[in-house]
């Protein structure tokens, strides 16, 4: 039973827009890799990558010539590259950081089918090649994870006890969480965030919507409040799930967020965590071991998460990204999540016979 409801979870969890909205091509006299329709760029490189699980991902590398961070970007359910292309670009000009998009597998022009442990994968292999062939030092690497994106995020991110930090945008306490009000983790479950986020040592952000129709703005604060280190976050009043990059203070809390852990010294490793790291190749499995399920995710209740400061400002500091209302719209596809979920009440009644037999 446990198998068939994760597998209902993950069909939840990922929306690839189909057809994908850009292909891989490459220049007849450079023989680079481009992105079609989008015309070639001397600061940014297209690469193709393999992942330990077979795939091969597809990724975007845009380079500032004043940076001194690299921003490791996973973007949501219901979008690709093609659709985020001008976004990242905008967002490597206004925060000053090189930054590093690609596509789980199965989305885009990524080979395989979407899933959990897929996306693990493709994030390793996307840190690998910063690492390797950009040159990218773990100190100065800045996680970000939008929505489902957070779940790779995250997952990398206990696992690297030198980062320079972490931006989760939407968030998820995991993938039950978002169809059920679930109090404990169960083995099935996908994207445990709310039981892999207290490892992670580095300063970390959180940005949502107050109004977030897909997933609740309680995602963003419980997960807030079980991180280790917590930077002042940012509830954007009246934000929605894909919108709050046109609310000025999306960029505006952004930057100052990445400016001051610049400003911060190179993390260095504790004992323990030099322990923990000593392995060199962390496996899935390990994590998912050392994570104890979770009886309850209302116990922390002794902190309160400040009221974000929303300064109205005449000045336009926000992006304008009317260029992406069309991948916008492709998120409409959570909608048919809200209708459907009526259609999965038998997952919850499982559940709950699950729960009468482990109580006997």
Request: a positive charge; hydrophobic letters at 30%.
């Amino acid at each position: 039973m446990g198998g068939v409801t994760s597998s209902v979870a993950a069909k939840f969890a990922f929306f690839p827009p189909s057809p994908p909205s850009y292909k891989v091509v490459t220049d007849e006299l450079t023989g680079l890799l481009l992105l079609s329709p989008f015309p070639h760029r001397e600061n940014i490189e297209i690469v193709k990558l393999p992942t330990r699980r077979g795939t091969e991902i597809v990724g975007m590398y845009v380079r500032h010539p004043m940076a001194t961070s690299t921003l490791l970007y996973s973007h949501g359910n219901a979008a690709d590259l093609g659709q985020m292309y001008e976004l990242f670009i905008e967002l490597s000009i206004h925060l000053k950081v090189n930054l590093m998009g690609y596509d789980y597998s199965g989305y885009g022009q990524s080979t395989g089918k979407p899933s959990e442990h897929n996306t693990y994968a493709d994030i390793e292999a996307v840190y690998k090649c910063l690492e390797e062939t950009f040159g990218s030092k773990q100190e100065d690497v800045i996680l970000y994870g939008q929505s489902v994106g957070s779940g790779p995020t995250l997952d990398l991110a206990s696992r690297l006890p030198q980062l320079r930090a972490v931006v989760l945008h939407s968030p998820i306490l995991s993938g039950l969480r978002v169809m059920y009000a679930i109090k404990k983790t169960y083995w099935f479950d996908i994207y445990k965030n709310i039981d892999k986020i207290p490892y992670v040592d580095c300063p970390v952000l959180i940005i949502h919507g107050t109004s977030d129709e897909v997933v609740d703005c309680s995602h963003g604060k419980q997960l807030w409040e079980l991180c280790k280190d917590k930077y002042e976050p940012l509830w954007v009043k009246g934000g929605n799930h894909c919108d709050l990059e046109h609310y000025p203070e999306y960029i505006r809390h952004l930057k100052k967020f990445i400016a001051t852990v610049e400003r911060l010294p190179c993390p260095r490793m504790s004992s323990d965590q030099s322990e923990r790291v000593s392995r060199d190749a962390p496996p899935r499995k390990s994590m998912d071991r050392r994570v104890k399920p979770r009886q309850s995710t209302e116990r922390r209740e002794r902190e309160k998460p400040p009221k974000s400061q929303s300064k109205k400002s005449s000045s336009k500091l926000k992006i304008s990204f009317d260029h992406l209302d069309r991948s916008r719209k492709s998120v409409d596809c959570h909608e048919k999540t809200r209708k459907s979920v009526d259609q999965i009440e038998r997952g919850r009644k499982s559940m709950d016979r699950l729960d009468r037999v482990r109580s006997e």
